[in-house]
């Protein structure tokens, strides 16, 4: 065990301590940077030379359609951090996503903030959406992003009973907002676009702004020697 490890081990440690004693502070403030900064393991921090490229919300057509395509023709395989709720209402979706070689997480069975939910509703919602995605898609997810990057002490527990890692991300593009176009979302993933980062796009609204940036951080990330893949290939430390 590195220094590194050790130190990351300890964090989880008093993250899970916080949360086995009732305290929803830490893990609630999980959003905020300096949070996620002390937490590279929880922030997706992974290997020097790949970037994880995650893409939260769907799977929900048109948005989704449009992400997939770009990536089949760039070659590049990402994470879906799926709700639930969409699974279920767009069962192919997420049977193509899987097909073409994309990792399928959980983000929630809806995308409600976790504060306020108790350990039982919340380990039941993700119980229900991991199971959906094991029946629907036949792979076993292995991460877990809460819904607004908000970990509760019920949600962090529940999900290391069903065997689901938390990971937030190191960047995002804010392809969510009104005024969002292809270059805004380059623009801001730009200085984040480094080894070991983890990326945040949404394969939902508006899911082709999000898909016409795709080009262009592929070409970024080829200029700067960097692999772009999904989580399971990342090499965050444990
Ligand atoms: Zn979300």
Redesign the pocket.
Known sequence: MNATVRRTTLRWSLLGAGAAAGSHLLPAASWLPPVRRLLPGLSGRGAAGHVALTF??GPSPPGTAAVRDALAGLGVRATFFVLGRELARNPDLGRELAAAGHEIAV?GWD?GYLLGRGRRRVRDELAHTRDLIGETCGTTPRWFRP??GVLTGPAVCAAHELGLRPVLWTAWGKDWTATATADSVVRRLEPGLVGGATLLLHDVVPGPVTAAALPRLAALAAERALTLGPLGEHGVPS
Do not use: N, P, Q, T
Request: aromatic share 16%.
């Open positions: 939260d919300d983000h995308h819904a607004f």
